[in-house]
C-alpha cells in the first residue's frame, strides 16, 4: 500500500511539472470588505481595467479595477519600471497582477490599495475599436453588444442579483422539504392551452439533407432495382449450384458473402429509392410527423408544471426551475421568447397552502437580497429606483393584501382619480395598470388575488363550486404587478377532461395527465414566478431585457 501510495505521489509530480503552477487569485471583494486590516499582505489580483491614468509624467499609473466579485474598484498603482504604462490604462484592459496592499495616503477615498511589483499577464484593448467607452451607454445600446454588455457596472450588478435570487430560490425551498426536480425542455404538451409555442423539428434540416444527397447522387429506377435483383437471383443459384455439388465449405462460405453483399445492395436501392425531397405529407395534406426526429409533434416547453405535477403526486413537495419558451411576437418591455420560471407543486395543498407558500417565498427573496446584495442594490437606488430598497423592505416585513377576484373588479370600477386605458368589467383579465394600481394606491403593500372566471384561466385550475370561478390566485407586488401566478389544480377526472374539451384541446397528448387523476389521485397546489420579473422588481429597472443575460425576443437571438 505504501509503494503505491509513493508511486501515486510520483506520478502527480511528474504531472504537474508539465503545468503551469496554479493561479492563487484574491477577489477584490473580500480584500476591500476588510480593507485597511490587511495592509501588508502580498495578493495577485486580476480583473478589467474600468479607468486608467498616467500620473507624475508618466512615472506611474493608477488602475481602477474590477473583477466583478461585487461593485466597488479596487485602486492598483504600477510604477513605470515594473511594466509600460501605455499597455494597461485602456478601459477593457485585463491585467492578472501580484503586489502588496498598502494603506493609501490621508484623506484618500480607498482603504487600502495595491502597489504592484510584478505584472503576470495583460490582456490589451485597442481604445479606439473598444464598443464600451467610459461615456455611459444607454441600456438599449448595450444590447447590441450583449457579449461584452456584463462589463458595465449595470449588468454585472445585476448579475449578482440574478445570482443571489437563485441561491435564495433553492435555499428557500430546501429548507422547507421540497426537492428540486428537472423537467424536460422538450415536451409534447401544450401547459396553456394558448398554442404560442416554438417547434422543436427536424424535418426541415432532413429535407435539406435530402435535397442535398439526390443531387449529388439521384435515387435508383425501378430498372435499376430489378437489376439489382436479378444479381441476386444469380447469386442465389450459385450457392444452390455449390451446395449440390458438394464443393467445400471455402467456396460455398465465400459464394454465400458474395450473395449476402447483393441482397445488401438491394436493400440500400429500396430505400434510397423512397427518398424524396421536401417535407413529408401524408394523404390528407397533414404534415407526416411520424418522420420526424421523436416520430410525433414536439415543443419547446412554455412550463414544467405538468411534468413536475407527476413528481408531486410521489414526492409531495416539488419545485422545478429552468427555462421556458413563448413564441409570442411581443415587443413590450415586459416579455421575452425565452424566460426562466419557478414552478413549485405541493401535493396534499390547498389554494389557501398555495397562498401562503408564495407569500413567503417572495418575501424570502427580498429578505436574502437586503442581507447579500446591499451595494448592488445601493447602486440600483442610486442610479435607476430611489425606492428599490423601500419596496423590498416593504414587501419583506408586510403581510399581503388577500382579496378576490370579483372584490378588486369592484375596487377598480369605483376609482375616479384615475382613468384606465383598459376598462374595467367582470370577466376581463385584469391588465398590468389595474394590478398595479391595486397594489401601489389602493393598498401600497403586495396584494393577491383569487377565484378569478374560467374563461380567462387555464385549464388545469380547480373549478369551484359556484361554476364560474377557478381557484386560481396571483401575487401582484408594486412596480411590476403580477409576479406570481397560481392555481389548486383540478384533481376531479370528470372535471379535467371536461375543461381539456373546453378549452378546445385533444384528450391524447394528456392522457399520462389524466392518470394522475385515475390512480391515487390527490389534492394538490402550485404557482410560478416569473424569475425575471422577480429581477425587475427588486432592481426597479424598466425591460425585462436588460435582466437576462442573454435576451431572446422577435427578431433577436445573439449568440
Not at 264 to 278: D, H
Not at 415 to 420: C, P, S
Amino acid at each position: 500500500m505504501a509503494e503505491d501510495a509513493a508511486a501515486a505521489a510520483m506520478a502527480a509530480a511528474s504531472l504537474s511539472d508539465d503545468l503551469e503552477p496554479a493561479t492563487d487569485r484574491t477577489r477584490i471583494r473580500s480584500i476591500l470588505a476588510d480593507g485597511a486590516a490587511r495592509a501588508g499582505e502580498r495578493v495577485v489580483v486580476g480583473g478589467w481595467v474600468k479607468t486608467g491614468r498616467e500620473q507624475g509624467k508618466g512615472t506611474f499609473a493608477f488602475l481602477e479595477l474590477n473583477d466583478g466579485s461585487c461593485a466597488s474598484n479596487l485602486q492598483v498603482l504600477v510604477d513605470a519600471a515594473v511594466h509600460p504604462l501605455a499597455p494597461l490604462t485602456a478601459t477593457g484592459t485585463s491585467v492578472l497582477v501580484e503586489g502588496e496592499l498598502k494603506k493609501p495616503p490621508e484623506g484618500a477615498k480607498q482603504r487600502v490599495e495595491l502597489r504592484v511589483d510584478r505584472v503576470i499577464e495583460v490582456g490589451e484593448v485597442d481604445p479606439a475599436a473598444y464598443p464600451l467607452p467610459k461615456t455611459k451607454l444607454t441600456l438599449e445600446n448595450l444590447r447590441d453588444v450583449v457579449h461584452l454588455r456584463s462589463r458595465t457596472n449595470t449588468i454585472s450588478a445585476v448579475a449578482r442579483i440574478r445570482h443571489q435570487l437563485a441561491c435564495a430560490t433553492h435555499r428557500f425551498f430546501d429548507e422547507n422539504g421540497f426537492l428540486y426536480v428537472h423537467t424536460p425542455i422538450i415536451t409534447t404538451s401544450d401547459c396553456e392551452g394558448a398554442g404560442e409555442m416554438f417547434q422543436v423539428t427536424t424535418l426541415f434540416s432532413h429535407a435539406e439533407k435530402v435535397e442535398k444527397e439526390l443531387k449529388e447522387n439521384p435515387a435508383p429506377s425501378e430498372s435499376d432495382i430489378e437489376a439489382a435483383r436479378v444479381v441476386v437471383k444469380e447469386k442465389g443459384d450459385a450457392v444452390a449450384q455449390l451446395k449440390a455439388a458438394k464443393a467445400s465449405k471455402q467456396e460455398i462460405t465465400a459464394a454465400v458473402a458474395e450473395l449476402n453483399k447483393a441482397k445488401e445492395n438491394v436493400s440500400r436501392l429500396e430505400e434510397r429509392s423512397k427518398l424524396k425531397p421536401g417535407i413529408p405529407y401524408r394523404d390528407d395534406g397533414t404534415v407526416a410527423y411520424e418522420n420526424d426526429f421523436f416520430k410525433r409533434q414536439a415543443f419547446l416547453t412554455v412550463s414544467g408544471q405538468l411534468q413536475v405535477e407527476t413528481y408531486a403526486c410521489a414526492l409531495s413537495s416539488v419545485y422545478t426551475f429552468g427555462p421556458t419558451f413563448r413564441a409570442e411576437n411581443s415587443h413590450t418591455s415586459r416579455h421575452l421568447a425565452e424566460f426562466w420560471m419557478v414552478e413549485p407543486e405541493i401535493a396534499f395543498a390547498n389554494l389557501q397552502d398555495d397562498m401562503n407558500c408564495a407569500e413567503r417565498y417572495v418575501q424570502y427573496l427580498c429578505k436574502w437580497l437586503l442581507e447579500h446584495c446591499r451595494e448592488d442594490m445601493e447602486f440600483m437606488v442610486k442610479n435607476y429606483d430611489k425606492t428599490a430598497i423601500e419596496r423590498l423592505e416593504l414587501v419583506s416585513s408586510t403581510p399581503f393584501q388577500r382579496i378576490s377576484y370579483t372584490k378588486a373588479v369592484e375596487l377598480l370600477k369605483n376609482v375616479t382619480d384615475k382613468k384606465f386605458e383598459n376598462k374595467v368589467e367582470w370577466g376581463i383579465d385584469l391588465a398590468s395598470e389595474h394590478e398595479r394600481y391595486l397594489t401601489e394606491v389602493i393598498f401600497k403593500k403586495p396584494v393577491i388575488v383569487y377565484n378569478y372566471p374560467k374563461e380567462i384561466k387555464a385549464f388545469y385550475m380547480r373549478l369551484n363550486d359556484d361554476q364560474k370561478t377557478v381557484a386560481a390566485m396571483d401575487v401582484l407586488v408594486p412596480k411590476v404587478g403580477e409576479l406570481v401566478g397560481g392555481s389548486q389544480r383540478e384533481e376531479r377526472l370528470d372535471l379535467l377532461k371536461t375543461r381539456i374539451q373546453d378549452a378546445g384541446l385533444p384528450l391524447e397528448p394528456y392522457e399520462w395527465y389524466l392518470d394522475l387523476r385515475r390512480f391515487g389521485s390527490v389534492k394538490h397546489s402550485g404557482f410560478g414566478l416569473g424569475f425575471e420579473r422577480m429581477i425587475l422588481f427588486a432592481t426597479g429597472l424598466e425591460n425585462i431585457r436588460d435582466v437576462i443575460p442573454f435576451p431572446r425576443y422577435p427578431g433577436r437571438a445573439d449568440l
